[in-house]
């Protein structure tokens, strides 16, 4: 630890105890050379590896996005035991799928971008980020995310969608949530009010109407919504009453997600139909 702060700090040019990101790509840059377990990347792969490994610590670690973290929280965090555990040889493939700064966890980001960019651009539009994940996201939340995030002519870039993933596969965490908070508060009110949720579920409603399904009603959801969270205020819920539920993914993906919101309405068959498939598995 001591030794790995030292080396951080080599890296503090202004000598305050913080990083900035050209700072922590220079660190990077400079380590990928000693990780036996990225010895395969060429070369070419490098500065987008590097992007790839920073956004995860500013991310979590700068929410506020102020544009440094402190070498302190880089030392605390477990990102860095993730990163430095690439020194092992024999890392289990496991592991290394599990381990977001492994060279497979890399490429498979940066794969899924380079295929949704359909028309080779470097860049990515709103209709070319809609085919992300399972391509159930509605289209209001895609539109919100690129009203709130960084784009460039009305597309986005590889950093900007680093960020994007790292919101969605970490739902549950509060730095994601505070991100995904941001593009559902659409009135910039610091809480989501009945008005939010129904613009948001409207959406879903209309998929399910387009896929020939019957729409759930509205005020059905809602309620559900307001009993998970429990909020203290009974018609608005911030940030905080997300987190403190545990709910927050759940209600993200009721609001975002065709797939989540069917998800979750089926919740109890999908129960039943994993617990029948464990009874077989140990029968058999």
């Not at 879903?204 to 399904?213: F, L, S």
């Not at 940030?239 to 979750?264: A, P």
């Amino acid at each position: 630890l001591h030794q790995t702060r030292i080396g951080l700090s080599l890296y503090d040019v202004t000598g305050q105890g913080f990083l900035r990101e050209s700072d922590l790509e220079n660190y990077i840059l400079e380590l990928i050379e000693t990780l036996p377990q990225l010895d395969g990347l060429e070369k070419s792969f490098h500065p987008f590896y590097v992007c790839t490994a920073v956004r995860k610590f500013f991310f979590f670690l700068d929410p506020l996005r102020t544009g440094k973290i402190k070498i302190q929280d880089v030392l605390a965090c477990s990102f860095l035991d993730d990163l430095l555990e690439l020194r092992d040889q024999e890392l289990s493939k496991d592991l290394q799928e599990q381990n977001w700064f492994s060279a497979p966890s890399a490429l498979r980001v940066y794969g899924q971008y380079l295929n949704l960019d359909a028309n080779h651009n470097g860049m990515l539009s709103m209709e070319e980020l809609g085919r992300y994940g399972t391509g159930t996201l509605t289209r209001v939340f895609i539109e919100r995310i690129f009203q709130e995030c960084l784009t460039y002519e009305g597309e986005m870039d590889y950093k900007t969608y680093l960020d994007f993933v790292l919101a969605m596969e970490n739902k549950s965490d509060p730095q994601s949530l505070q991100y995904l908070f941001r593009v559902l508060d659409t009135r910039q009110e610091g809480y989501l009010s009945v008005y939010s949720l129904n613009f948001f579920f409207r959406a879903i409603q209309d998929e399910m109407r387009r896929h020939g399904q019957d729409p759930v009603i509205f005020e059905d959801v809602k309620d559900e919504i307001f009993d998970m969270v429990a909020p203290l205020d009974p018609l608005k819920i911030t940030l905080n009453d997300l987190i403190r539920s545990g709910q927050g993914e759940t209600v993200v993906q009721i609001l975002t997600d065709l797939n989540g919101f069917w998800s979750y309405e089926n919740r109890e068959v999908l129960v039943t139909d994993n617990a029948d498939s464990g009874q077989g598995a140990q029968e058999l």
